[in-house]
């Protein structure tokens, strides 16, 4: 039917807008001169406000399209709220930042769009096929993002490590996916744990599916023990695109993280249980003791993303639909702090990225207040202060794991966040109790990085002082399941 | 008005940083005056609070209840009464005292200095009058930060070392009480974080505690009011925070933080966790003591005035907590009094070696010596202060002391005995330090040209001066407010310690 058609495509209309601009962009690239191509992000920014609104139109359409491949829900839209929000700063901080570093690829737009495209399509899998195609789209975007500096070795390095260990853990995940194909004789979610509930599942597959996705999952969102390629990876990255990949690829590995085993594995609980807590446990950890010693601050806030995986895992442990909505908070939260804080490093790391040790934001506190106010607000948010969208999003996590009665994990998270505040601090302390170089030069700010500085700030301060909007929002919005 | 007076009081020093904010932050005089204008303000109006307060309820007034997070059940309710009454006027009396004693010696970035004054002045008040656990959580957190940067910035040589060791200590401890906050809040149901309506709960038995989950809550909070008090052996932040800290700063921190730990003993270790507290009142009351000694033998040996200063509070402190951890109405007041008595003495005493700083730049006892002959306006003051510190009858120090005592004697007459040996140390190490500064031969040529107070410094000891003096001959006037919160804390207390002890 040709109208049932047009109202399946709307409810993917925001992917095919954001797919038209980029592909737009990709074309007008080269007709558009060098002096010009901010004009092609304001293009992108256009192309992710239209998606934004036909995201709204989502409101009220739940149930599945595409013969189940596309599922329209709360949890979905929330998610696909959380990556347009994500994309549209990381494009608005790299406008100031391609220029001054003399990057000129009209593709740097577009590949965002298309990884924007590659996280919605995550959020709204109902299926695991749909769900290891939009991961390979997201991957593949940012395979090329990440060496977007073609001339700068440690760019390249970045983007071929996290090419062979992406490559390596898609491996797990469709190994694992094939599985549970196996053992269900189905690809759809709802489908599977169908499947598991009336016992016409082979227990012994469906369980090494569980650890095969586990580790293709753990690989995408660099929960321990499989974060290694993290640090080198961000490190190297341009700052922007860390800043992306620190949040967005993270919030979408974990919307599928939470979709894949809570609406397919229901009952098999308590099987990965062990190994959710076991590994939240590492990896807020090891995450946050490292940090401690990293002088490179693109690679301390490596570490600390790590240590973020951590805390979103042991919401992921509770189970409940708190934790759930934790979840949603906290990917928002910790996206508009991290994004905020990588933004001022690319601004303090001048041409060529060469200002990236913690040092060189020595004094710079009372010298450029506006840069540093912001940057301390982040970290302290970061860090889980109160009246910050950092410490209502630990609240929620926490307040979750203890209804699970996991309050020992409660307390291994508290006293992380304890360590995490030695390192965050570090920087204020450097900021603010440091003296000035006497040749400092101090850096101005574009009116993208205003933009996006002025929005993470209201957005951290609404989130921590009146998060009751947002968490009503994703208390609403949590996932279906058995 | 009446109803959101303390919302008022506690919230004008923040609305008063934001102005400050938008100054030019070259006018300094103008920044200097308009903080003090707004701390004094503040302060003004609190006496309203003091004024109008109600003697005969023991229930909570000025209260104020407003939804705040209503998914999660927190509320912004706050309410004061007769033992939260005098911690807020404690610290609305002192902020400006502060502020006036900062006006010379910030020599850089006032702007933002006297900001995290207010800043600071707005969350400690927040602590004393939230009645919702998340909002006091919030306060407790919050208020961390601007302590944190006026140590860090403003502080002495080993400043940074002292304020990351301050803030790693006391968030190390509250993230427990938070995971306790939280794990009360389930027990309760789940949805309220309304502290008078856990409280209400557990008093009725709608809500039962096991003993070991009483336990385990009582130390979560404990450990964390007990790092802020500081109880030995939780005491060593202090030292460092005290001494590297700007004079403002160290009065602060003696006059109002550290009695945010022995507050949320009273307010909230007490009334919510009557049974744990019993079982462990031993222990507490064995730390407080052996605080009390050893605070006093390490005061005596310190060669930084500054520092003996800050020992002393750990001894002083452990006899607030020993007063709260004997039970008895005596005992209770008297640490209430004794808070008060520490905040104005030992701040006193930290303005008082800020001068000498200011125009000697040591503090080192043995760089001074005779300072009567050149400086005697100033050993005026510094004797009175030093007196009531050690607690001489007519004066603040000796009513709190004294009723402490008391207290103890009806629990257990070997603590009274213990901690009255604290008494005869605190006269040794003060006296001896006053001696060896003020009486004698001028020692050093250069102290012999110090001028003497100015007037500015004058208008800051004689408040506090009358007010030592005021407090230790007419005490009635303050205790008399205390009494019916008291004994309503007791009455409950008691009733729930009766049964554990069948």
């Known amino acids: 039917m040709p109208e049932n058609i047009a109202f399946e495509i709307q409810q993917i209309l925001p992917d095919v807008i954001l797919c038209f601009f980029g592909v737009f962009i990709l074309l007008a690239g080269p007709f558009v001169g060098k002096a010009k191509q901010s004009s092609l992000g304001i293009l992108g920014l256009a192309g992710i406000v239209a998606a934004s609104l036909a995201t709204a139109n989502l409101v009220g359409n739940d149930g599945t399209y595409f013969t189940g491949m596309i599922i329209v829900d709360h949890f979905s839209i929330f998610f696909r709220f959380t990556f347009l929000l994500i994309s549209g700063l990381t494009i608005l901080s790299s406008l100031d930042y391609l220029r001054r570093q003399n990057i000129n690829l009209s593709e740097y737009h577009s590949l965002i769009l298309f990884a924007t495209v590659g996280m919605n399509l995550m959020a709204a899998s109902n299926e695991l096929i749909m769900v290891f195609l939009g991961l390979e789209t997201l991957s593949i975007s940012s395979y090329i993002l990440l060496g977007v500096k073609r001339t700068d070795p440690k760019s390249n390095e970045s983007a071929l490590k996290y090419f062979l260990l992406g490559s390596f853990s898609s491996a797990f995940l469709l190994y694992g996916i094939a599985l549970a194909y196996g053992a269900t004789k189905t690809t759809n979610l709802e489908l599977i744990a169908k499947h598991i509930l009336s016992g016409s599942a082979d227990m012994r597959l469906v369980y090494i599916a569980m650890g095969l996705m586990f580790v293709g999952f753990g690989f995408k969102v660099a929960t321990a023990p499989f974060h290694v390629w993290t640090p080198d990876v961000y490190e190297g990255a341009p700052t922007p695109v860390t800043a992306f990949m620190s949040v967005g690829p993270k919030a979408a590995g974990f919307a599928i993280f939470f979709r894949v085993f809570l609406v397919a594995f229901p009952t098999t609980y308590e099987k990965w249980l062990v190994l959710a807590w076991a590994s939240a446990v590492l990896t807020m950890t090891l995450g946050n003791v490292v940090a401690i010693v990293q002088n490179n601050i693109k690679r301390m806030l490596a570490y600390s993303s790590i240590a973020h995986a951590g805390y979103i895992l042991v919401a992921f442990v509770s189970g409940r639909d708190d934790g759930v909505a934790a979840v949603l908070f906290y990917t928002l939260a910790y996206a508009l702090m991290n994004i905020g804080a990588f933004t001022i490093v690319a601004l303090i790391s001048r041409e060529n990225e060469q200002k990236i040790s913690i040092d060189d934001y020595s004094g710079i506190g009372f010298k450029q207040p506006l840069l540093a106010g912001s940057l301390s607000l982040f970290l302290l948010s970061l860090a889980g202060i109160p009246l910050t969208a950092g410490f209502a999003g630990k609240f929620f996590i926490f307040r979750a794991a203890i209804e699970s009665h996991f309050i020992w994990l409660a307390v291994v998270g508290v006293i992380n966040s304890v360590v995490s505040v030695y390192y965050y601090l570090r920087i204020i302390v450097i900021m603010y109790m440091k003296e000035l170089p006497e040749d400092y030069v101090p850096v101005s700010i574009s009116p993208g990085v205003a933009v996006v500085l002025w929005l993470a700030t209201f957005g951290i301060l609404q989130l921590g002082i009146y998060p009751d909007f947002v968490i009503s929002l994703a208390q609403g919005s949590v996932l279906n399941h058995h | ?502």
């Open chain 2, 1 to 502: 008005m009446e109803n959101s007076l303390l919302t008022i009081v506690t919230f004008l020093p923040l609305a008063g940083a934001v102005l400050l904010l938008t100054l030019p932050k070259d006018n300094f005089k103008l920044i200097r005056v308009l903080a003090l204008v707004i701390a004094t303000t503040t302060f003004l109006l609190s006496l309203f609070l003091f004024f109008y307060f109600d003697v005969l309820t023991p229930r909570m007034q000025f209260e104020q209840l407003a939804t705040w997070i209503p998914s999660l059940g927190a509320n912004y309710h706050v309410g004061i009464d007769g033992i939260s009454l005098f911690l807020v006027l404690l610290t609305t009396f002192l902020t400006p005292i502060t502020v006036l004693s900062s006006f010379n010696s910030v020599d850089r970035h006032a702007k933002e200095y006297f900001i995290c004054m207010l800043l600071l002045e707005t969350g400690m008040l927040g602590v004393f009058v939230a009645l919702d656990l998340f909002l006091f959580y919030v306060f407790w957190e919050v208020m961390l930060v601007p302590m944190y940067f006026l140590i860090g910035v403003w502080g002495g040589e080993r400043r940074i070392y002292a304020a990351v060791k301050f803030f790693l200590y006391t968030m190390a401890g509250s993230v427990l009480m938070l995971v306790a906050i939280i794990a009360l809040y389930f027990f309760n149901g789940g949805t309220t974080f309304d502290f008078s309506t856990i409280l209400s709960n557990l008093q009725t038995g709608r809500l039962t505690l096991t003993a070991t989950e009483q336990s385990w809550l009582f130390l979560a909070f404990f450990v964390a009011f007990a790092i802020k008090v500081p109880l030995f052996p939780l005491h060593t932040w202090l030292p460092d925070a005290h001494v590297e800290a700007p004079t403002a700063g160290s009065v602060i921190l003696a006059g109002v933080l550290l009695k945010m730990g022995t507050y949320g003993m009273v307010r909230f270790c007490l009334p919510l966790f009557p049974e744990a507290t019993l079982e462990w009142a031993p222990w507490v009351n064995l730390l407080a003591i052996i605080g009390i000694i050893y605070g006093a033998l390490v005061a005596m040996v310190q060669p930084d005035i500054k520092k003996l200063v800050a020992y002393s509070s750990v001894s002083h402190l452990g006899f607030v907590v020993l007063g709260i951890f004997c039970f008895n109405q005596q005992g209770i007041e008297g640490a209430i009094y004794q808070m008060l008595n520490h905040g104005i003495s030992t701040g006193a005493l930290f303005l008082i070696v800020g001068m000498i700083y200011d125009r000697r730049h040591t503090r080192l006892i043995e760089e001074f010596g005779g300072l009567a002959t050149p400086l005697p306006v100033f050993s005026t003051f510094f004797m009175v202060v030093t007196l009531s510190s050690m607690g001489l009858p007519l004066l603040n120090g000796f009513v709190g002391e004294f009723l402490i005592l008391l207290g103890a004697f009806k629990a257990n007459v070997t603590y009274t005995v213990l901690a009255a040996s604290g008494i005869i140390l605190s006269a040794v190490y003060m006296l001896w330090m006053y001696q060896r500064v003020v009486f004698g031969k001028v020692k050093h040529e250069r102290n012999k040209v110090l001028p003497d107070l100015s007037l500015r410094e004058k208008l800051i000891l004689v408040p506090i001066t009358l007010l030592i003096i005021w407090m230790g001959v007419y005490s009635q006037s303050f205790l008399r407010k205390m009494d019916s919160s008291v004994n309503e804390l007791l009455r409950s207390f008691q009733s729930t310690a009766v049964v554990f002890k069948k």
